[in-house]
């Protein structure tokens, strides 16, 4: 034990040397689960615009699914607001494309966001400012990534939009407080990995705007490939949730036990594009619609919802009782 011990404490101090300045912990949400110990979510993404392209739609059959399953809080995966974001807290189109589209009972609860492309190319520190839970006290965003705890389940909320290399040559986006790209990329996984390593959650699910396996529009994507795979799969996160592609999709990774859930249809879909990936693609719906989860410690319940509320794909997840029971320790 001693040995194990210092060469902790050597490995410890090693990355500390080479560590790059300015790294924290990733700031955090506690959201408690019920009474019952369940967690109830929904997930949406790609879904601002004003209502248009079915998001009204999406929004009522949210709603309906919201208070039925008695949902903790909505997380979206980000393009919350089309086409450049907002520009300020008091932007009309804010209310235009969330206050006034999510309305519905089961839907007045706490929304957890990541931001995606979109959001980037308008003022993306407006949609982090505390100021706008004075327009809508829903809307939170404590940071670019962050978790939510939740106890049975961690949610690693996880800003994509700055690994995607071609994005840096475009003009249009507000790298305030991110760039120069490789720091902070490489303090964010840091941060990713110490908070994995920490978490004592039996679920642990990293949301992001960008899919790293897909087989819709866009596809797979080899920055996220590349640099945030591997830790998802070395601390044996269970499920990546992502939009970007407007789609709803579920694909298992070939070499893990980690699944790719694209929860993307929140608004303007049927791109009618797909991709090949080398991992197994067990749904794919190419319209609108959105994700919802109930988790207890050993077991995950999913599902995929069309704008009429019809369930298009559902299945299960299970840990064993001791997996659960060793993840609290
Ligand atoms: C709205 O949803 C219906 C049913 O899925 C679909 O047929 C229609 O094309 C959608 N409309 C738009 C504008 O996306
Ligand atoms: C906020 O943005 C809107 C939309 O661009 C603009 O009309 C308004 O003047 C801005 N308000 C402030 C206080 O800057
Ligand atoms: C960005 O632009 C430079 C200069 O035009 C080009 O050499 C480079 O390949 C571009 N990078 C990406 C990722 O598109
Ligand atoms: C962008 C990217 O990494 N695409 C890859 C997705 O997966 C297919 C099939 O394995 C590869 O051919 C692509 O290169």
Not at 111 to 119: K, M, T
Not at 232 to 256: E, P, T
Request: glycine residues 8%; proline residues 4%; neutral net charge.
């Amino acid at each position: 034990m001693a040995l194990v011990g210092l060469l902790l404490i050597v490995a410890s101090a090693a990355a500390v040397l080479l560590a790059p300045p300015a790294s924290a912990a990733l700031p955090r949400v506690e959201h408690v689960p019920k009474a019952d110990g369940t967690l109830a979510i929904l997930a949406v993404g790609d879904w601002g615009r004003r209502g248009q392209f079915n998001q009204t739609l999406v929004a009522q059959q949210m709603g309906v699914m919201g208070e039925k399953m008695d949902i903790a809080y909505v997380i979206s995966t980000g393009d919350n607001i089309y086409d450049d974001g907002i520009a300020n807290t008091s932007d009309p189109l804010f209310k235009e494309s969330f206050s006034n589209i999510y309305t519905a009972k089961g839907l007045q609860k706490p929304w957890y966001l990541v931001l995606g492309n979109h959001d980037y190319t308008g003022n993306a520190l407006a949609q982090l400012d505390p100021a706008i839970r004075n327009v809508d006290s829903r809307y939170t965003v404590i940071a670019k990534s962050f978790i939510v705890n939740s106890g049975i389940a961690d949610f690693f909320l996880v800003d994509t939009t700055p690994f995607i290399l071609h994005y840096w040559n475009n003009t249009k986006f507000d790298w305030r407080g991110v760039a120069p790209r490789d720091i902070y990329i490489t303090n964010l996984l840091k941060d990713l990995e110490y908070a994995l390593t920490e978490s004592k959650a039996p679920w642990k699910i990293v949301v992001g705007h960008h899919p790293i396996s897909s087989a819709c529009g866009h596809g797979n994507n080899t920055e996220l490939e590349q640099l945030l795979l591997p830790v998802l799969k070395a601390h044996g996160v269970d499920m990546y949730v992502n939009g970007h592609d407007h789609c709803l999709q579920r694909i298992s990774s070939r070499d893990s036990h980690l699944q790719f859930l694209t929860s993307g249809g929140g608004s303007k879909a049927w791109a009618g594009k797909y991709k090949a990936t080398p991992d197994k693609v067990e749904f794919l719906y190419d319209g609108q619609g959105f994700m919802s989860m109930r988790l207890s410690k050993t077991e995950a319940h999913l599902a995929f919802f069309d704008v009429a509320g019809n369930v298009l794909h559902c299945w299960g997840l299970a840990k064993t009782a001791a997996a659960a029971a060793a993840a609290g320790h």
